[in-house]
């Protein structure tokens, strides 16, 4: 089933500490920002990427689309405040299509074969999301990191992208978000609030976001054993 996919890639890497956007630091020669989006170029169900940049960098990511042909991306919007705010902006520029993707410019590694299992399991539920089962013990704790309780670890996932939905539930849970006035750190908390079922796919532990230093070390060993690079 064709669906597209909203990329926002707007954030400022300040956990990354480089000194800029962390979609632009070169991994084996091609910026973050270039793996993610040539995962979906590579993917004939995927109908239009939406690419949700910071304005002021709109040109340097025209200018990296173009060098690298990526050919899927239909259009380019302002990303937000927040990340939520920078998804919105994206997803009122779907068009043409029952399910849409949301996913982290920073998750470079995501597998193709996850795409079509994230689409049908969206158009089955209306959402749906990639996950890994929790490795470490999760405890909760006070201000004070006096530790509340240890949370029961069998029933815990690290939630990842791609997001999966079908468009009017995800627009309609970014409305209700924005009526509330209610901040989430991914799609899904959104749609939840709508008392809407959503389902984990189970995802592998590669699909990291890269987001602080140490992420990059990882990266390129991903890079090393996947592609022998
Ligand atoms: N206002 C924002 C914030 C984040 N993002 C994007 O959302 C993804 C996940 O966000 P995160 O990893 O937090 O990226 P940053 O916000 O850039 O990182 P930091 O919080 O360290 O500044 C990234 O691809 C980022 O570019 C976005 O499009 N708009
Ligand atoms: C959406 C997400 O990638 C799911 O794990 C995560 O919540 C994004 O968090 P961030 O702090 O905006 O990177």
New binding site residues.
């Given amino acids: 089933m064709k669906y597209q996919v909203v990329?926002?890639?707007?954030?400022?890497?300040?956990?990354?500490q480089a000194g800029k956007?962390?979609?632009f630091i070169e991994l084996v020669g091609k910026p973050v920002i270039i793996h993610t989006l040539m995962v979906f170029e590579q993917d004939e169900d995927c109908a239009g990427v939406i690419l949700?940049v910071n304005e002021n960098e709109r040109v340097v990511f025209e200018e990296l689309v173009l060098k690298h042909s990526i050919h899927k991306v239909s259009s380019i919007v302002s990303?937000?405040?927040?990340?939520q705010?920078?998804?919105y902006n994206g997803l009122l520029a779907v068009d043409g299509v029952e399910i849409v993707l949301v996913h982290?410019?920073?998750?470079p590694f995501v597998k193709q074969q996850l795409l079509s299992k994230l689409v049908s399991a969206a158009s089955e539920s209306g959402a749906a999301i990639a996950g890994v089962p929790v490795k470490d013990t999760i405890k909760k704790a006070t201000n004070a990191n006096k530790v509340v309780e240890t949370v029961e670890r069998s029933s815990l996932w690290a939630v990842q992208t791609p997001q999966a939905f079908r468009v009017s539930i995800l627009k309609q849970a970014h409305e209700k978000a924005v009526e509330d006035d209610f901040l989430g750190t991914d799609e899904a908390s959104l749609v939840e609030r709508l008392d809407h079922e959503v389902i984990i796919v189970e995802s592998d532990y590669q699909n990291i976001?890269?987001?602080t230093p140490e992420d990059l070390v990882f990266a390129e060993a991903i890079l090393q054993k996947w592609k022998g690079i």
């Fill in positions: 990329v926002p890639a707007a954030g400022q890497g300040k956990r990354m956007n962390k979609q949700v990303g937000g405040l927040e990340r705010h920078s998804v982290d410019g920073a998750r976001k890269l987001t």
